[in-house]
């Protein structure tokens, strides 16, 4: 089974500092990756798709895949208060049925 | 754009009794999914399902039944609810497994 460990848990930046979070996960089957965000008491929102090694940028986040050493970072650029919530990476199984596995999460908190 | 819509917000019950969540979309996803979420242990998948009528067991599936009675719903019943449930469950839909848009929510609080 698909294991995702994501670091640090928690992370305090201040406005304007980039941010950078971490995913390792535990094979290198999968080729569909997702980071999701999630404010206090909401649901998750989607940040970032990608499907294959290098770089992916939407808007202020852009994410990085590098499947040889099972790595995936999210890197926030000029991050706002608005910005403090948990982050979430997931990722689905090679041979896709549809089952996204989740990491714990990291809270962030963007000081102005 | 679509939405998905949870209900009940917050679902208060007793120990021992069955408790039913709902969830619809309206994206016309073909793929729906359970997921709980309890603090410090991120999300755990219940149950998912394919398409109508289709039920997938996740990791969690024990202790709860899912129902998909039509493409737009699909419902997680916990059979006997104890205090150790009390969570968040977020109900999510896509197409076929790619991007999973999530509802807001559902509170278990077991008394």
């Known amino acids: 089974q698909q294991k995702v460990q994501q670091s640090p848990e928690s992370l305090t930046v201040s406005e304007g500092a980039m941010a950078s979070l971490n995913c390792t996960f535990s094979?290198?089957?999968?080729?569909?990756f997702r980071w999701y965000r999630q404010h206090s008491g909401k649901g998750l929102e989607v940040l970032v798709s990608?499907?294959?090694?290098g770089e992916k940028e939407e808007g202020r986040f852009t994410a990085h895949l590098n499947r040889a050493s099972l790595h995936v970072s999210l890197h926030i650029r000029e991050p706002q208060p608005s910005d403090s919530a948990v982050y979430l990476c997931?990722?689905?199984?090679?041979?896709?049925?549809?089952?996204?596995?989740f990491g714990k999460g990291t809270k962030l908190s963007v000081k102005s | 754009g679509g939405i998905i819509t949870q209900t009940p917000k917050f679902l208060i019950g007793q120990e021992g009794q069955k408790l039913t969540l709902k969830c619809q979309q309206n994206?016309?996803?073909?793929?729906m999914y359970w997921y709980r979420q309890d603090s410090g242990k991120g999300l755990r998948l219940i149950y998912y399902?394919?398409?109508?009528?289709?039920?997938q067991k996740g990791d969690l599936s024990e202790g709860y039944d899912a129902s998909r009675e039509k493409k737009s719903s699909f419902s997680l019943t916990v059979t006997s609810a104890q205090k150790n449930e009390m969570a968040v469950f977020l109900c999510?839909?896509?197409?076929?497994?790619?991007?999973?848009?999530f509802g807001e929510g559902s509170r278990l609080i077991v008394v």
């Open positions: 999510a839909s896509s197409f076929s497994g790619n991007t999973l848009y």
């Open positions: 094979d290198g089957t999968s080729d569909n």
């Open positions: 990608i499907f294959s090694d």
């Open positions: 997931a990722m689905m199984a090679g041979g896709s049925n549809a089952k996204l596995t």
């Open positions: 994206f016309n996803h073909d793929t």
């Open positions: 399902s394919i398409t109508e009528n289709d039920l």
